[in-house]
């Protein structure tokens, strides 16, 4: 099993533009997060999802949308990026409940010029 | 906000040594979940303790939790220098959508 897979690895991205993260899971888990991971601030929720079409915000929402049209799939999509958006974006997923702990993908690291 | 805090922020010590790093958290728990990140890596689910658990164990692995005081202690025992990363504790809330909350995290490095 791959587990979860993040595409790009690597992006710099001019601001103004805008970009889609692409996450994907092949261990047919019911729930899937994106977090940033900031020096010195950990890991902070962007969005997640506790199944195919069903979405909510987390902590720091704002510049970003996703959508779940199917189980594997949870893309991140940045509207307009902003420098403040440099950062390292991580996706994860879980069982319900998240009792088996969370699988991560090894990460995407964005910088905004 | 973060929920949890790590402390030490970060801690050095020597091959064969213990480490020992503590989380503490703000608000009532479902469970609380330790994670490994090597440096460039993605995390790594270590342990989970659920809230009416005091202590578990896996491998070099003990982890406490302290639900009145509202902590947990992770335990690696004889540390090896693989076991250099950062260390997170995350922590799911009491009802709902199980998301984790993350603390900022503790750098262990452990020297040859």
């Known amino acids: 099993n791959a587990g979860v897979t993040q595409t790009p690895k690597f992006q710099v991205l001019k601001t103004g533009q805008s970009m889609t993260l692409q996450c994907a899971q092949d261990?047919?888990?019911?729930?899937m997060s994106w977090y940033r991971q900031d020096p010195g601030m950990g890991l902070r929720l962007i969005h997640y999802s506790v199944g195919a079409g069903i979405t909510d915000q987390g902590e720091v929402p704002n510049g970003y949308n996703v959508s779940r049209s199917t189980t594997e799939d949870f893309p991140l999509r940045l509207l307009s990026a902003a420098p403040s958006q440099t950062s390292v974006y991580f996706c994860?997923?879980?069982?319900?409940?998240?009792?088996?702990?969370?699988?991560f993908g090894s990460g995407t690291r964005l910088t905004v010029v | 906000s973060q929920q949890g805090e790590e402390d030490p922020q970060a801690l050095s010590i020597q091959e064969g040594e213990n480490a020992t790093m503590n989380c503490s958290y703000k608000?009532?728990?479902?469970?609380l979940q330790w994670y490994r990140q090597n440096s460039g890596r993605g995390l790594v689910h270590l342990i989970l303790?659920?809230?009416?658990?005091r202590e578990k164990h896996s491998g070099r692995l003990r982890v406490t939790l302290d639900t009145s005081k509202k902590s947990s202690s992770l335990l690696i025992t004889a540390s090896r220098a693989a076991d250099t990363a950062s260390y997170f504790c995350a922590t799911t809330g009491e009802s709902g959508y199980s998301t984790l909350t993350f603390g900022k995290g503790t750098m262990l490095l452990v020297s040859p």
């Open positions: 994860a997923s879980s069982t319900q409940g998240g009792v088996e702990g969370y699988t």
């Open positions: 261990m047919n888990h019911e729930y």
């Open positions: 608000t009532s728990i479902n469970n």
């Open positions: 303790i659920r809230s009416n658990e």
